[in-house]
């Protein structure tokens, strides 16, 4: 003892207890510098992880449940509220598999929990109806309520965002808690999330600041030769990865986060910030790129609209809108299925990619619909070159798992430097151009105008009016006559639908008839022509009118549906009529992307009611002799074309006599359409035609005029014929 007292009381004393004053100074310093240091890490950290948490929470469950709610966000992206699209609150905020389902996938997310509250306007509380707590047991836990004196129920109720920190099963969470309100902006419930690993870190702060003093005593007696060396080297983690969180925050980072193999408290915080990087790289990816093809998606297409548009008003760059959409993406994917489908999408893009070049911005918005972002193209010549180029890639054939495939493709432009409006604006013209494009038969690129946008609205506009005249049935139908050109009697007649508006009068079917087949409204429209004309052949049947048959146009789109047969079926039986009554007309164009099969089946369908089938405007378009040798026509009606002058045209006379002959062979009758002279009547009588219909004998006209019309025409018949035989 008395040489310990000595040793203390000497020079070694002295600076030991010198030495032990400055370790523990440095000691002290340093491990207060680091905690400031780790304070500070924590409380950014902790901002911006429930920040992202809240964001993530919000994106993945408005954008599963898409159908029922949609994100309300500030200027910056963060959550203000969840708003119903509709007033379905009381299904909308019940319990249901998907609700746990997505929680839990959001509480993974997070590292931490996440609950779903229902406002109850009886307690005034906010009930819990979903959570990611459970039991030990695994069962879910009591009943929860947030109640007034809850440190986020003054913000929910008045439909605010509390961000804060909550009692959570005992302890105080950092939480953000999203009001959910209706369509009227009531409050109906919440979302709430908290980030179990930045309340772990403030624990594990809180900790560390403990355990620093009682370690320090311990150290100063083992470090006392090299404590600040060993201080220093120790403490350089915290400045390492402070800095790392740091930058972090502001801009992704690249590669590993370091000291991540440490196995102590600075591994643990290097891991924690790994998964965080994770999180940010993988929501990044989420929120702008396309799984399938690579190229952005819908999130990054409008973002890079926007600079576009900015850019392109100021004169910095001159940006060129394209939307590109395949033709027949759908048919290629019913008949090879979704992957080859997929497939066939990733090969289009690595085509845009490879013609628009490394500087355009691409991105797949939906379904098979592409946009491409390209600055480098200063004048039309360059943008046609481009659409052109783009197009010739598209109609190269592509190799996919059910064989070889070959796509065209529609493109709108829209040149952003010629267009002052916002980056809306300019997403809907170049929609309007690619829809042009596509209605005017595809494989083509159209540039938007004024005169384009002037055309829409009018489309828009009569497609309005169109649907409501064919759900109100106000329409109506005229009938032209079809006769013997030898007897002048009476073989059928045609009716030919016409529409007159209150406001604007008579609209032309060649107006109306197109926007009804690009519109979708053609099934209605030929249904209500089918009701109709069975109305008025039931009607004539009764008055005593023979009118031998009335021929119906049906569209192809019409003859596809499935229940085609039953409607055709239901409504000659309502009506009280046969088969024969009714003669449907169908086109070529039915023939084009269907199987002979397929073709056979229906038109057997048809003849089983025994409804006549006439093969209508014949040699105007697809023409397949094996067809008309195996399916089952009874007329054939040869296009007005033929006709035209054909008392002056050898060349037309020919084709005549060959199709009458062809006609003949296969037992088909001729009906001729567009007679409107007494030489072209003459031809068709002396070819052997078995009717003809056209303005020679009379124009379409309303049915209570036929009768007396077709009486005429036969009394003058019989007149010509009795002085013939004088």
Not at 26 to 54: F, M, P, Q
Not at 585 to 607: K, M, P, W
């Amino acid at each position: 003892m008395p040489k310990i007292g000595f040793l203390l009381r000497g020079v070694t004393g002295r600076i030991t207890a010198s030495l032990v004053v400055l370790v523990s100074l440095s000691i002290l310093i340093a491990a207060g510098l680091g905690y400031i240091k780790l304070y500070e890490v924590t409380e950014d950290n902790s901002s911006v992880r429930i920040d992202r948490a809240a964001r993530a929470a919000v994106a993945l469950f408005t954008h599963e449940l898409s159908s029922e709610f949609e994100a309300v966000r500030s200027e910056d992206g963060r959550p203000l509220a969840i708003r119903l699209k509709a007033d379905t609150a009381e299904t909308s905020l019940s319990f249901r598999d998907q609700h746990d389902a997505l929680l839990k996938e959001i509480g993974g997310i997070n590292q931490g929990a996440a609950n779903l509250f229902r406002f109850n306007p009886e307690t005034g509380g906010f009930d819990r109806f979903a959570t990611t707590f459970r039991k030990p047991d695994g069962s879910m836990p009591p009943p929860m309520s947030i109640m007034p004196g809850h440190p986020a129920y003054a913000h929910l109720a008045n439909g605010k965002v509390h961000l804060g920190e909550v009692p959570v099963m005992g302890r105080m969470r950092l939480a953000y808690l999203t009001p959910i309100v209706g369509p009227g902006n009531a409050v109906e419930g919440a979302l709430a999330v908290d980030v179990g690993w930045a309340d772990d870190l403030i624990v594990a702060r809180t900790e560390l600041r403990s355990e620093i003093g009682l370690a320090t005593g311990v150290i100063l007696l083992l470090v006392t030769s090299f404590g600040a060396v060993f201080m220093g080297r120790q403490l350089r983690p915290v400045r390492v990865l402070a800095r790392y969180a740091d930058d972090l925050a502001d801009h992704p980072k690249d590669g590993d986060v370091p000291f991540r193999s440490n196995r102590d408290e600075f591994g643990t915080l290097a891991l924690a910030l790994e998964r965080l990087v994770a999180l940010k790289r993988r929501l990044a990816r989420l929120a702008y790129t396309d799984e399938i093809t690579g190229l952005g998606n819908r999130s990054r297409y409008l973002a890079d609209l926007e600079t576009a548009v900015a850019e392109s008003h100021s004169g910095s760059s001159n940006w060129v809108l394209l939307h590109v959409d395949l033709d027949s993406f759908l048919q290629i994917t019913e008949a090879c299925g979704q992957i080859n489908g997929d497939k066939l999408l990733a090969e289009v893009a690595g085509k845009i990619r490879h013609v628009a070049g490394d500087r355009a911005r691409l991105a797949r918005r939906a379904g098979d619909e592409f946009t491409i972002l390209v600055d480098d193209r200063n004048t039309a010549d360059e943008v046609a070159w481009l659409a052109e180029n783009l197009l010739e890639t598209l109609r190269q054939p592509v190799l996919l798992g059910c064989g070889v495939v070959h796509i065209t493709g529609s493109i709108g432009i829209v040149e952003l430097k010629n267009h002052d409006a916002g980056a809306e604006k300019a997403h809907l013209n170049a929609e309007l151009a690619r829809r042009k494009a596509r209605r005017d038969g595809g494989n083509q690129a159209v540039v938007f105008t004024s005169e384009l946008n002037a055309e829409e609205q009018h489309r828009f506009e009569l497609e309005d009016l169109l649907r409501s005249a064919i759900a109100n049935q106000d329409l109506d139908i005229h009938f032209q006559p079809q006769f013997n050109p030898k007897t002048r009697e009476l073989c059928g007649l045609e009716a030919l639908v016409r529409w007159t508006d209150p406001t604007r009068g008579p609209i032309s079917p060649g107006e109306f008839i197109p926007v009804a087949e690009a519109s979708g409204q053609i099934v209605g429209l030929g249904n209500v022509v089918l009701e109709l004309a069975c109305a008025q052949a039931a009607k004539w049947r009764r008055n005593g009118f023979d009118f031998k048959h009335i021929s119906v146009n049906v569209s192809p789109i019409q003859l596809w549906q499935c229940n085609f047969l039953e409607i055709v079926r239901d409504t000659l039986k309502r009506h009280e009529l046969s088969g024969e009554d009714i003669c449907i007309e169908i086109t070529e164009s039915v023939f084009v992307d269907n199987g002979e099969e397929r073709i056979a089946a229906v038109l057997a369908g048809i003849r089983a009611l025994g409804v006549r089938i006439s093969l209508d405007d014949f040699g105007s378009g697809y023409s397949s002799l094996g067809y008309l040798n195996q399916l089952p026509f009874d007329q054939l009606k040869v296009d007005r074309c033929f006709i035209t002058d054909i008392d002056q045209d050898v060349r037309k006379q020919k084709v005549l006599h060959v199709i009458v002959g062809l006609a003949r062979g296969l037992g088909f009758q001729i009906v001729v359409e567009g007679t409107e002279t007494l030489e072209e009547v003459a031809v068709a009588e002396e070819m052997g035609c078995d009717a003809v219909q056209g303005y020679y004998f009379a124009r379409p006209a309303p049915a209570l005029l036929i009768p007396d019309m077709v009486e005429k025409i036969s009394q003058a018949a019989a007149e010509t014929s009795a002085l013939l035989a004088r």
